[in-house]
């Protein structure tokens, strides 16, 4: 299995009841995308925090399906884009897992580098019956918001108006893609720059390219790519 690698995104959730970003239920159909942007953080701290608070509380409880545990024992290199920790709840082995979008479990300091630097957010302990002064203080953020470049906090999620850096163990990322033989996508819309890139790597180096969705996105279509219109769950106990 060390030449595949499984790309996961949103909808290998769904059976979770986590409810993926985009669709007719999506998040991104309740919020803006502008609000998971470093601008907003930076400039209306208590609406993005309580906002991705929310997100936490909406799947916290969650546990990892069939899909999530099939890929944890089969020890598959996974990158994964969701930030809603299910493939480490799985006890998916640490060092076949890149989560290229960032845990919501934990938080880091504005200028961290290393992932090692990375502390545990502890979303579950923030007090809601005075929700903005208990976020500004679990992220040391002053009175009126006042961020502090040195000491606030943030969560560890990728940004819109961020970039990809050693934080999501990008380069790691990119290697193992070049070493795969095999690239399989699972419930993924395809819509971010990473899983293009991705997918232009796999076509452009002659491997073998799986795209598992009941709704693949269009962008899939290539004579290259084999699609499988199914679950990831039916998929994964045929496959691994």
């Known amino acids: 299995m060390n030449n595949i690698v499984v790309i996961t995104g949103a909808g290998i959730s769904v059976e979770s009841g986590i409810q993926p970003f985009r669709g007719a239920k999506g998040i991104w159909e309740e919020n803006p995308m502008e609000m998971a942007t470093y601008h907003k953080y930076s400039n209306d701290p208590a609406h993005f925090l309580t906002w991705y608070y929310n997100r936490f509380i909406s799947c916290k409880d969650a546990l990892p399906n069939a899909t999530h545990a099939k890929l944890a024992s089969s020890n598959i290199r996974v990158i994964t884009q ?5 493939h ?7 060092d076949r897992l890149i ?3 960032g845990n919501l479990n934990y938080k880091r300091r504005i200028g961290a580098e290393h992932i090692d630097e990375l502390e545990l957010a502890n979303w579950d302990k923030i007090g809601e019956s005075n929700l903005e002064t208990s976020l500004f203080d679990f992220f040391k953020i002053g009175k009126g918001g006042v961020i502090d470049e040195k000491k606030s906090y943030r969560p560890h999620v990728l940004l819109f108006d961020e970039f990809y850096t050693e934080l999501y163990q990008y380069e790691k990322a990119i290697a193992w893609l070049l070493e795969a033989e095999t690239i399989i996508f699972m419930g993924t819309s395809n819509s971010v720059g990473f899983t293009s890139g991705a997918l232009q790597m796999g076509v452009n180096n002659g491997k073998q390219i799986i795209v598992v969705d009941p709704n693949p996105s269009q962008s899939f279509q290539h004579p290259q790519v084999e699609i499988y219109e199914e679950l990831a769950t039916v998929f994964c106990e045929r496959f691994f």
Not at 82 to 86: E, P, R, W
Not at 88 to 94: I, W
């Open 88 to 94: 480490v709840k799985a006890n998916h082995n640490k």
């Open 99 to 101: 989560e290229i979008h």
């Open 82 to 86: 969701n930030i809603d920790n299910l």
